[in-house]
């Protein structure tokens, strides 16, 4: 007699054949009506409807356009194409631009919808294929007829989906996006962060699916358009994500592209990181180095890694210390004594000087550059360099070795990996000994490879998402300017952790842009206080400077960093790779039908209970502070305020920035006294 179990499988296998039976005859009795078992297809006079439980996608014949309707209430178009004005798609080829017209073909099969649209040009064509999911349509788009295609692109109503975020990480400023104008053209992975995705407040999230070069603009020229293009490509392939919001529109990308694989380890979260950066500027030796590591100590300052930032090694791309350094054994073994652990800084970088260049240039340890075919010589920051070709597995293992020397050689236990940036690149491209290589997908390389190193630190990447690593602001002037100071890191961060940087922090605590760095106390300490509810924190200037009540607040406010990481980071950073979930975020991420928090761009949210309002405003002692819907604890004093309001003119001294706890209706929440109304209160 078959086992129960056994019984089961046969059964269930039975009836889905039977389910799709009835499938099959229902795409024979009515044709063209159903597309898979979710998606039913309407054909109307003047256009087309595909419909699943979620959504319906509606594709306008006369000419081509495109829209989706969310049908969860309230039903609402979440994203369509220009009805006028501009195409919903171009294909450039030199100084001539053909827009996409009429479609003049359409087809239904299994779970994809296939379109065939005109241009003005003879004999050219637009093919589009949507295959649709319960959560998001994958588009491919191909042109047919035509070689040599400069730009296929697509074009998109901002106000058909609300506010926009996402994409280039250093133009976050711009808050919302669709209020200000930006364009990249091409968009790289360079400077910071930085991935192809843009989640709106409607519900949608678009993500161009690619390591080729793009170009994209938001309200160019005020043309109220999201645009985007690829380059030098006759297909293209991008999905539209459509959630009930942005939060869902967010995690289902972070869950498109891959969870982190793996975290940080704990020490890189509960003790600050400590770098010789503004110290030195360049000009590191043994002496100043121990001496900066000593001051760390004696001043009872809590770190775990002690960083070696630039101007140790003897050349770029040579993995020995410089003569400044007489014995690193000694230096790295004392480093140790102390409590901290050593991480050196590296980059992508060769120097035409160093030993490596030499020897790798007839070896394939560099990219060539393809308009000459020898090894490719880029300007960087700090001059010439050549570049290492990490889609050369035998170059790969070779950087990787002598990086591992060091670990061998001297205990050095980690690495800050600078670069990458797929900005620096030849003109006319690169010859890889791996084959073709793309600029982007260089940048990742690199970034897989620092990934591999417990300690690391990067500060690019495209989709090294899953890779887990720690992942940094790019530098910040020592200001307090919303484009590249304190307020940057809330804005910078909050949609670095949104587009699935997860584990991440600012650069260095009070900046470190080296052209712009100056030493001020009161930016410090505003910096300290926001970057401790920040997943990680990185000093690198000295606070033993500074006066001792600043020293006494940075303390205090460095201890508490330590004290959030059982209570909030640990639990958050696990369920980051478990889900792809932020460890900290925007407010919209956690209040997204509150049309309010998208013009909130100086709090943000620790999880979904912590929101932290810091000081981004010098000489300030007060600021207004925005509370969404629910009840609130003051984190200092324990006081209950309801929130649907802005509490105006909070007290900020320099000791405290605002802080509150939210409270969940389902918890018992403790008696306390409510925040009395403020006059200014809004």
Known sequence: MPEPELCTAVNRRFWAGRFQLVLILAGMLFPGNFLGAQVKVKKRAGHIEAATRRYVLVLDKQPFRLSVERLTPPRKVVLASPAQGAPAGTVTIGSVTLPFGDVQSFSAQADELELRLSTPRQGTAVICRMRLNPERIDVRVRVEGLENVDRLGENFLLASAGHWFGGDITAAYLWPLETHEWSADPFLATSNQASPFWMTSSGVGIFLDTYGDIAASINRDADGLFRFAFLHASTMDYTIFIGQ???????????????????????????????????????????????????????????????????????????????????????????????????????????????????????????????????????????????????????????????????????????????????????????????????????????????????????????????????????????????????????????????????????????????????????????????????????????????????????????????????????????????????WSPLFYVFPEDEKVYFVKDEFMVGETLLVAPVIQPGARERDVYLPVGTWRNYWSGELVQGGTTLGRFPAPLERIPVFERLRPRRAEPTGKKVPVRSGTR
């Open 245 to 583: 919001n942005i939060s869902e529109a967010r995690d289902a990308f972070a869950a498109h592209v891959g969870k982190p694989r793996k975290r940080p380890p704990d020490l890189m979260f509960e003790r600050p990181i400590w770098c010789t950066w503004t110290e030195h500027l360049g000009k590191e030796t043994q002496a100043n180095v121990l001496e900066y590591a000593h001051h760390i100590h004696a001043g009872g300052w809590p770190a775990g890694i002690i960083v070696i930032d630039d101007g140790w090694a003897k050349q770029y791309g040579d993995f020995e210390f410089k003569s400044t350094f007489p014995d690193p054994k000694a230096m790295v073994d004392e480093i140790h004594s102390l409590g901290y652990r050593l991480s050196l800084w590296v980059c992508n970088f060769v120097s035409p000087e160093s030993e490596r260049y030499k020897a790798g240039s007839e070896t394939g340890y560099l990219l060539r550059d393809a308009a000459t075919s020898k090894p490719a010589i880029i300007h960087w920051w700090n001059g010439p360099g050549g570049l290492v070709d990490f889609n050369n597995p035998t170059a790969r293992n070779v950087y990787l070795d002598g990086v591992k020397s060091l670990m061998q050689r001297y205990g050095v236990d980690g690495f800050k990996f600078d670069g990458g940036d797929a900005e620096y690149w030849p003109p006319a491209g690169v010859i890889s000994a791996g084959g073709p290589l793309q600029r982007n997908r260089y940048t990742d390389l690199f970034a897989e490879l620092g990934a591999q190193f417990e300690l690391n630190e990067l500060r690019v990447g495209w989709r090294s998402q899953p890779f887990g690593a720690f992942n940094r602001m790019r530098d910040k002037a020592s200001s307090w300017s919303e484009v590249d100071g304190l307020p940057a890191t809330i804005t910078h961060g909050g949609i670095q952790s949104l587009l699935g940087f997860v584990f991440d922090g600012p650069d260095l605590v009070g900046g470190g842009l080296d052209q712009k760095f100056g030493a001020n106390e009161e930016l410090t300490v505003r910096c300290t206080q926001a970057s401790a509810f920040m997943p990680i924190m990185q000093f690198s200037y000295g606070p033993w400077k500074f006066s001792e009540p600043a020293q006494k607040i940075m303390k205090e406010f460095i201890a508490l960093h330590g004290k959030l990481w059982p209570i909030h980071f640990k639990p958050l950073a696990d369920r980051a790779m478990k889900t792809g979930k932020p460890v």
